[in-house]
Nanobody, 129 residues
Framework: QVQLVESGGGLVQAGGSLRLSCAASGRTFTFSKTALGWFRQAPGKERDFVAAISWSDDNTLHADSVKGRFTISRDNAKNAVYLQMDNLKPEDTAVYYC????????????????????WGQGTQVTVSS
């Protein structure tokens, strides 16, 4: 099993920045060989892909809607994945979830939610105009 705990959400004005963190733990998984992703879900909408990072070479993939504004990164020494969010817009308002795919190949950046086996509980991000 894998436990994921997000933090860093909050209320911010448009144009501001937030950094989300996700701490991973679990007795039987190897964080350094796990692909990681961030998704978000606004009220009444589906959970959408935001960004993913592979476990080898730190390949990254970002959704077009956040490209150039958000950056995913990971720290294997801390078993953590981050999402740096800059130039936030009101449409970025959502609950943000981190997710882990323990079966991904070394350079894979999974972008579909069904590929992830483990999820955090989410953290709210609200961007005011």
């Amino acid at each position: 099993q894998v436990q994921l705990v997000e933090s860093g959400g909050g209320l911010v004005q448009a144009g501001g920045s937030l950094r989300l963190s996700c701490a991973a733990s679990g007795r039987t998984f190897t964080f350094s060989k796990t692909a990681l992703g961030w998704f978000r879900q606004a009220p009444g909408k589906e959970r959408d892909f935001v960004a993913a990072i592979s476990w080898s070479d730190d390949n990254t993939l970002h959704a077009d809607s956040v490209k150039g504004r958000f950056t995913i990164s990971r720290d294997n020494a801390k078993n953590a994945v981050y999402l740096q969010m800059d130039n936030l817009k009101p449409e970025d308002t959502a609950v943000y979830y981190c997710a882990a795919d323990t079966s991904a190949g070394p350079w894979k950046t999974p972008h579909h939610r069904d590929l992830y086996q483990f999820w955090g509980q989410g953290t709210q991000v609200t961007v005011s105009s």
